[in-house]
């Protein structure tokens, strides 16, 4: 995250950056992810595409929106999807039919090991 605030100029983000612990959870995540289907690393590699790709529309973005607060370092899902439906509308399509897929494929193994009822067709 400090490479792209840097490369942008995005001031708001480096100072945030260096007001929180340098590792937590989720920078670390995709070091130490354990062995996971594909479409999950699809997902994961997409949405790592999609960060650095719109990361330059931040700055702008936080003028018109600054209530979302899309410069923080760790800005989650819902502030990304604000930024998305913006500057990336066809990305954010594509990125909610590939969790849908994923979503479905885990529900259906839940089925089929008992933690979910089964579906009324």
């Known amino acids: 995250m400090e ?5 942008h100029n995005n001031e708001k983000t480096l100072r945030s950056l260096y007001r929180v612990p340098r590792e937590r959870f989720v920078a670390t995540w ?3 992810l354990a062995p996971a289907s594909p479409v999950a690393l699809n997902i994961r590699d997409f949405v790592t595409g999609l960060v650095i790709d ?3 529309h931040r700055t702008e973005f936080n003028k ?3 209530e979302v607060q899309i410069c923080n370092w760790d800005a ?3 502030q990304l999807k ?3 439906k913006v500057v990336a509308k066809e990305k954010l399509k594509e990125l909610v039919l590939m ?7 885990i529900r259906s193994r839940m089925r089929i090991l ?3 009822r089964p579906r009324n067709e």
């Open 76 to 78: 989650g899902w819902w």
């Open 99 to 105: 969790r849908n897929e994923l979503s479905a494929s």
């Open 82 to 84: 604000e930024l998305w």
């Open 114 to 116: 008992g933690w979910l």
């Open 30 to 32: 995709k070091l130490r």
């Open 3 to 7: 490479e792209l605030a840097v490369k």
């Open 54 to 56: 719109t990361f330059q």
């Open 64 to 66: 018109e929106r600054p």
